[in-house]
Nanobody, 120 residues
Framework: QVQLAESGGGLVQPGGSLRLSCAASGSIFSVYAMGWYRQAPGKRRELVAIITSGGNTNYADSVKGRFTISGDNAKNTTYLQMNSLKPEDTAVYYC??????????????WGQGTQVTVSS
């Protein structure tokens, strides 16, 4: 069993910053990638940023230059530093992790989501 614990969401003014964290725990054999998705009301869930265990990253065009994803392989943790936040960044942010557990092939696990609201 794998659990993803997210933290760091909240309310921030436009132009402000937030840092999201996501820690994976459980019977983990290997973590292949961790990332963040978001879903705004009435919209589809979309990829924000993802990082592989090797350190390769990929970002949505809308956040390039403003968001930075990083990871700590030893802690099975990923961070999303969000700067210059805009009202259109308002959404529920979900952590995702591609994890192989003991006795089970790699599978995508999801966190419960954390609300990020950008508003004055």
């Amino acid at each position: 069993q794998v659990q993803l614990a997210e933290s760091g969401g909240g309310l921030v003014q436009p132009g402000g910053s937030l840092r999201l964290s996501c820690a994976a725990s459980g019977s983990i054999f290997s973590v292949y990638a961790m990332g963040w998705y978001r879903q705004a009301p009435g919209k589809r869930r979309e990829l924000v940023a993802i990082i592989t265990s090797g350190g390769n990253t990929n970002y949505a065009d809308s956040v390039k230059g403003r968001f930075t994803i990083s990871g700590d392989n030893a802690k099975n943790t990923t961070y999303l530093q969000m700067n210059s936040l805009k009202p259109e960044d308002t959404a529920v942010y979900y952590c995702m992790a591609g994890i192989e557990t003991i006795g089970r092939p790699a599978y995508d696990y999801w966190g419960q989501g954390t609300q990020v609201t950008v508003s004055s």
